[in-house]
């Protein structure tokens, strides 16, 4: 199934309508063509084969757009041999194209941030040789001179050498370009974080949500406003010889702090001048722009749960009037990417094949529907839609395959878990060389309830039955939400129950708190609990405790177990969630609009009583009665 970019889905149609007039120096709007791409890292010769290929430059490499709009997502440097080669096409094509009547839009990545402030993790030999003509010997040796003032050991010709060899020829007049006043640092210094051409938003990594709320025009003042003083801050220390370019970005406060200390016992009682720069230097770590969850570095609208991110995702495009969020920064595996329903396009197809083995792509937009070019192809292709199966990641089969397996697989071994009050058992299947874990349940205090005339509620309100892990599967995969494992109903050592996927390499919180194991996920715990509200409200579930909440220790994404107390007839929330605050975004309010007496019926019906399934329903539509949505 591939997702399409014509922008029909239900939810998008509810969104605002872009003004015919900009609404701020970041936000444009164009009825001419729009070409966007994301990451080049400096593969320049693929880059500049597809911007040829679409007409937007000629083979002098000038621009041939004429009124075509180009947008880059950043992250044009760092890795690939061309970075330098890319910055400076670009920042001519920006003038070319402004006189033929076109434009060139740059919303910076992690990685103009990173090299323009010092953080050079990620310059190749490559990049450094590219400026290497540019530097002189007498800068090379001035820069030597500062570099062994602050290093005093070791015999001149082993210095030199591992000096040579750390800060290679076109190490310093790399340095100079990106600097605030270089040829490259002014250009870049100078570009936004977040731009809106037309109905799309474009920006490097994704939108969190402490940021949701904030305006394109705030956005950027604050992150352009950070990064300009940081780095006059670097200027001044530079300047005033406290904190040489030598100096690592992440050296630099242990260097200074031996500065001051040096300063204090020459000068005591005397502020230096450039104390306040050295503030700024210290306090950076918490500006925004450094942050894991700033627009340019944020990987939860690449990763994280499309409900969840989806509240973030609607509320900023609304309130920025568009209706689609293109980012890069997180790779795909080669093709563009379409989440939340198109809500969102991943467009970082690792064009740098060296490190990400990728292909460069272009998203296109233009009076037609939207496309994706691909370097090499004449086919006009649609991103692909991003789906996250747990069953595939658990056990490497589709829900189907894996329901199979559990009915009809070898058992070959059975252990008891000795947890809790109903003895689940750990269950070993094995067929054609293929092995999986189960949980196996088969506590039931009222068999058949489903098929009776009357539902109890005094009694079976109580119930503790296998069947409603079933239950709770198959209504999780009828919303799309892919939180509980595959389950089935099967037979082991002569008893029926509740086979449910054993989810590897997991902690439940209980266990993760006892043993103090930092949250170290992109998706945040309190995102994720979003979903567990609405989940456990939806199928009136008042036993989910600290056991029952399990997180993968690769990414800790959160899934669910444990649901055979579930499924209550009553019409209230559980206990548990009564005063928690629900948010609902559009997406996640279609997908539960979806459910209906019909289809929960037909799937829910050989585990739930029809009061229990009408249950379901009213707790559904207290749920969007109570939810605060996306809306201003």
């Known amino acids: 199934m591939r997702a399409t970019l014509q922008l029909c889905s239900f939810f998008l149609a509810s969104f605002l309508v872009v003004s015919v007039n900009a609404a701020s120096p970041f936000e444009f709007n164009t009825p001419e063509r729009v070409v966007a791409f994301a990451d080049v890292h400096g593969a320049y010769d693929d880059w500049t084969a597809m911007l040829q290929e679409l007409g937007v430059i000629d083979e002098s490499f000038n621009w041939s757009g004429g009124k075509t709009t180009l947008v880059s997502t950043g992250d044009l440097i760092d890795r690939g041999p061309g970075s330098r080669a890319v910055v400076e096409l670009l920042m001519k094509l920006e003038g070319q194209a402004a006189n033929a009547g076109g434009a060139v839009h740059l919303a910076l990545g ?3 941030v990173m090299v323009m402030t010092g953080d050079l993790r990620y310059v190749s030999a490559a990049e450094y040789a590219a400026f290497a003509d540019d530097e002189t010997q007498a800068e090379r040796d001035e820069f030597y001179a500062q570099y062994r003032k602050f290093n005093t050991g070791g015999e001149e010709l082993e210095v030199r050498t591992s000096f040579d060899m750390q800060y290679p020829k076109g190490y310093v007049a790399m340095k100079k370009a990106f600097a605030l006043d270089g040829a490259l640092g002014r250009w870049l210094a100078a570009q936004p974080f977040v731009i809106r051409v037309n109905d799309k938003v474009y920006m490097h990594g994704g939108i969190a949500n402490e940021f949701s709320e904030m305006s394109i025009a705030k956005l950027n003042k604050q992150m352009q406003g950070e990064m300009q003083q940081y780095l006059e801050s670097i200027a001044v220390l530079q300047k005033a010889g406290v904190m040489p370019m030598h100096v690592g970005y992440f050296d630099r406060r242990n260097f200074l702090n031996t500065r001051v200390e040096e300063f204090v016992k020459l000068n005591p009682g005397v502020k230096p001048e450039w104390y306040d720069a050295m503030l700024i230097v210290f306090d950076a770590q918490k500006y925004q722009v450094f942050g894991d969850d700033s627009p340019n570095w944020y990987r939860g609208t690449a990763k994280c749960h499309p409900y969840a991110e989806s ?5 900023f495009l609304k309130r920025a009037g568009a209706k689609q969020l293109v980012v890069g920064h997180t790779p795909t ?3 563009v990417g379409a989440r939340m329903d198109g809500l969102a396009i991943r467009l970082d197809t690792g064009m740098l094949k060296s490190v990400y083995h990728g292909q460069a792509s272009a998203l296109v937009s233009q009076d037609g529907p939207d496309y994706i070019h691909y370097l090499g192809s004449s086919e006009r292709a649609q991103p692909v839609t991003s789906h996250q199966s747990i069953s595939q990641k658990l056990s490497g089969m589709s829900d189907q395959q894996l329901e199979d397996f559990m009915r009809t697989a070898e058992i070959v071994s059975v252990e008891s878990l000795d947890t809790g009050i109903t003895n689940p058992k750990r269950v070993r299947q094995e067929e054609n060389g293929v092995t999986n874990d189960a949980v196996f349940k088969y506590e039931d205090t ?3 309830i489903e098929s009776r005339s009357r539902y ?5 309100n109580d119930s503790d039955r296998y069947v ?12 799309g939400w892919e939180m509980v494992p595959t389950a089935v109903i099967a037979e082991v050592e002569g008893d029926e129950g509740a086979l449910s996927d054993w989810v590897e390499k997991s902690i439940n919180e209980r266990d993760r708190l006892a043993e103090d ?3 170290e996920g992109y998706c945040k715990q309190y995102e994720q609990y979003r979903l567990r509200f609405i989940f456990d409200i939806l199928i009136h579930n008042d036993d989910r405790n600290l056991t029952n909440i399990l997180w993968t220790k690769d990414d800790f994404m959160m899934k669910f177990i444990d649901h055979s107390l579930a499924f209550r007839s009553t019409q209230k929330r559980p206990k548990q969630y009564r005063k928690v605050t629900l948010q609902v975004s559009d997406l996640l309010e279609a997908r539960l609009k979806s459910l209906n007496l019909e289809n929960l019926t037909r799937e829910l019906s050989p585990y739930l009583h029809p009061t229990q399934i009408e249950g379901i329903l009213a707790r559904r539509d207290l749920i969007l009665k109570e939810a605060k949505g996306t809306s201003k």
Request: hydrophobic share 30%.
């Open 456 to 460: 109890i509620t005094r009694r079976y």
């Open 333 to 335: 595996k080669g093709r």
């Open 517 to 519: 194991v930092p949250f």
């Open 311 to 315: 509240f973030n995702t609607e509320r």
């Open 468 to 479: 409603y892990d079933v239950a709770a599967y198959k209504l999780d995969r009828m919303l």
């Open 446 to 448: 009222d068999p058949g």
């Open 110 to 112: 992690n990685h103009e």
